[in-house]
């Protein structure tokens, strides 16, 4: 090819001379030929002339291509033969944006394109399967526009998730609070009040004097009730003051979230029937668009879900999946622009002062990381974990009263929201709505962070509040308090009412999280001591065995107070309490605490798959595991499966397989699907590992997809 070149760029302009003087000698022929008389060509004479010219115009056409190939404008000898063939039609592009039938840069190993798009940017000889110029391609064009589409709410969220984080990082000098309120605490110590306050007054302490916000929307403080919700929820605006009906299938998704999605996400927080049940998310929805609208979306991909796994071709067909879709994004963007003009309003006026208003943007991004580990997205629910985690601690150092200790008490933040919090008496004082939203959020939250410590090797960023919020009295001391003391002694938040798990297992897992960030720190500052590790690791695992061996000896449930036996058999009816409620429970926290222990081995000892204590306790848990009463049991133990899996022996590794698909459709929702795709890449890669042993740990597990792993 380039000899081919070289010699035509040395003839062509000797034949385009040839061709130059041939047609002018010709004319000068003619001119001699016909002196003094009117030249009229015949049919020959023109025939010379047009080839004589053409051959010309030819030459130097070619002599042009040959100048823009070289100029890298044109490419001459692929098959693309049309000389106003550009780049953007070169058949070095990529797949995805010939398929688009878009422009390609041609960057490798992602184009612009496709990388501005965030969509899978595909470059190869062969052509793939799906580009056959039929059904297939138009099926991948079809899911490359969903693809982009989802892409795009993404974008937006993490757009959001920055102005956020902006917003939350000047909060702290942000406080309008005026210390002069009579509504303010000047009493350092806090002393329970004798009688108790109404939800309207207490709800919210706000500033006698006025307040200037021209930029942040006026707040409607009026009462709303479901009906008003559900015909004023606006659903084109963030704004309260367009109002717009809620269509008919807003209703059913809002009945769907209740019915399926949230005791799926939550199996085990059933409440009891006197604490209004899940009364409490009615009454939020209808005070706080976000979180309606966040529980509406998450509806939305559930029932997206369903279809996609559906028998019925009318609700399985591409144009329901797609609208279904659409309205899953337009719901996610409502929340999310609701949500910026709720922060909008924490910025402008402070946290203190406004408890409840707090709270529930609180448990709007709650449940937006809750959305995010059930789509199981990537890394934006560490931006979500660390936006609640900084609004909790500022609702507990703003608005939190100190006890009679002189330490923080979470109980005043409960009195503030509503009725004195007497639990052991429901049927005089049940949880507020307030109330129970925030007993909610707070202990997912806590979950949620001490999780989140094990992938980000961190220490938990709410670990100072463990102890007064988690910590209880062993059994016989709680048994000799009197009911009047309980409330201030007994944990504040007992995990075991809303995750099914002992509050000590969360309590070990942000320990040994700690140990492990501690560890890696002192190694290298080049100060680690072993004694100090060991110290710390026994009695954290002292700690564990004892719960562990009287987890059988502890009551199945706790004194909640007589209970009427009309309301047993509804709740049993209800579904809202069950014979083997206790007994899973048990069994879930003896799983959990089975996993904390393999934890701890390996943040200890290293990762040592063939040690005699790690294969002990990975075989304890797989006993456990096999003896579930039903594969549905297996959604609260994402973390444990992932914990026990990764340190399985070859063997072993089809039980694992076998424990996800008995899951079967279910293994799409939540974060099961990526536990067992870690795994899977840990087993893969076994020898890799093995070989690089001290430099691989569970946090190596959890990043080992890209991302950073919340499973949950």
Request: charged fraction near 20%; include cysteine.
């Amino acid at each position: 090819m380039f000899i081919g070149v070289c010699i035509a760029i040395a003839f062509l302009p000797i034949f385009l001379e040839l061709f130059r003087l041939l047609g002018k000698h010709y004319d000068r022929h003619i001119k001699k030929k016909n002196v003094g008389k009117v030249i009229r060509q015949n049919c020959g004479q023109q025939l010379v002339r047009t080839i004589a010219f053409a051959g010309q115009l030819g030459i130097a056409y070619l002599l042009m291509l040959l100048a823009m190939s070289f100029n890298e404008v044109i490419k001459i000898g692929g098959p693309l033969t049309s000389a106003m063939a550009s780049k953007s039609r070169s058949s070095d592009g990529c797949w995805t944006c010939r398929l688009r039938r878009k422009k390609c840069d041609e960057v490798r190993p992602v184009c612009g394109a496709c990388g501005s798009l965030e969509i899978d940017c595909l470059y190869g000889d062969q052509k793939p399967e799906w580009m056959d110029g039929g059904d297939k391609q138009k099926e991948k064009a079809e899911w490359f526009k969903l693809e982009i589409k989802r892409k795009g709410g993404q974008r937006r969220e993490r757009k959001y998730l920055q102005s956020l984080e902006q917003s939350l990082g000047s909060l702290d000098v942000v406080d309008h609070h005026d210390d002069s309120d009579p509504g303010s605490s000047s009493n350092p110590q806090f002393t329970p009040p004798e009688s108790s306050a109404s939800p309207e007054s207490s709800a919210t302490r706000p500033n006698g004097g006025a307040r200037s916000e021209p930029s942040v929307p006026p707040e409607d403080h009026s009462p709303h009730s479901l009906l008003s919700v559900l015909t004023s929820s606006s659903s084109s605006s963030s704004s309260s003051d367009n109002p717009m009906d809620i269509n008919e299938r807003e209703l059913n998704m809002i009945t769907l979230y209740l019915d399926y999605v949230f005791p799926f996400l939550f199996p085990f927080y059933r409440p009891r029937l006197l604490d209004s049940g899940r009364g409490w998310l009615l009454v939020l929805f209808s005070r706080n668009k976000a979180l309606l609208h966040t529980a509406l979306s998450l509806a939305s991909y559930f029932f997206n879900v369903v279809m996609n796994h559906t028998n019925d071709p009318a609700c399985g067909a591409s144009p329901c999946q797609t609208h279904n879709w659409d309205e899953l994004q337009r719901q996610q963007n409502i929340a999310l622009t609701e949500l910026q003009t709720e922060m909008q309003r924490i910025v402008a006026r402070g946290v203190r002062g406004y408890l409840a208003e707090t709270n529930r943007v609180m448990a709007s991004i709650i449940q937006l990381l809750t959305f995010e580990i059930a789509v199981a997205n990537t890394g934006n629910w560490t931006m979500h974990l660390d936006a609640a985690a900084e609004l909790f601690t500022l609702i507990m150092t703003t608005s939190a009263d100190p006890n009679n200790n002189g330490q923080i008490c979470f109980t005043s933040l409960l009195i503030q929201l509503g009725t004195r919090p007497f639990c052991y008496t429901p049927k005089s004082h049940p949880w507020s709505a307030e109330q129970a939203s925030l007993r909610f959020s707070t202990a997912f939250l806590l979950c949620f962070d001490a999780l989140a410590a094990t992938s980000l090797e961190t220490v938990p960023r709410l670990q100072q509040y463990h102890a007064h919020l988690l910590a209880e009295p062993d059994h016989q001391t709680r048994q000799l308090l009197p009911d009047s003391e309980k409330e201030y002694v007994l944990p504040h938040i007992n995990l075991r009412e809303f995750t099914g798990i002992h509050n000590w297992v969360f309590i070990a897992v942000g320990e040994i999280a700690s140990l492990d960030a501690w560890k890696k720190e002192q190694k290298r500052n080049g100060s680690f001591s072993v004694a100090q590790l060991l110290a710390r690791a026994t009695a954290i695992e002292c700690n564990l065995r004892v719960n562990m061996a009287t987890l059988d000896m502890m009551p199945d449930t706790e004194p909640t107070g007589p209970q009427l036996p009309l309301l047993e058999a509804l709740s049993h009816m209800g579904g809202l309490s069950s014979p083997r409620i206790a007994e899973v429970t048990t069994t879930t926290t003896k799983i959990w605490a089975q996993a904390v222990l393999t934890y701890l081995h390996v943040v200890v000892s290293g990762w040592q798959p063939a040690s005699q204590e790690i294969r002990s306790s990975v075989a304890a848990t797989i006993t456990m595991l096999l003896g579930l009463a039903s594969p549905g049991c297996l959604r609260p133990l994402v973390w444990p499966m992932t914990i026990t899996g990764c340190m399985a022996a070859p063997e072993e590794e089809q039980t694992f397989r076998d424990l996800v698909a008995s899951m079967g459709p279910l293994t799409t929702l939540g974060a099961m699907a990526k536990a067992l795709a870690i795994m899977e890449h840990v087993w893969a890669h076994r020898a890799e590992i093995e070989a690089n042993y001290d430099k691989w740990d569970y946090a190596s597990c959890f990043k080992s997809l890209g991302t950073v792993s919340l499973l949950v």
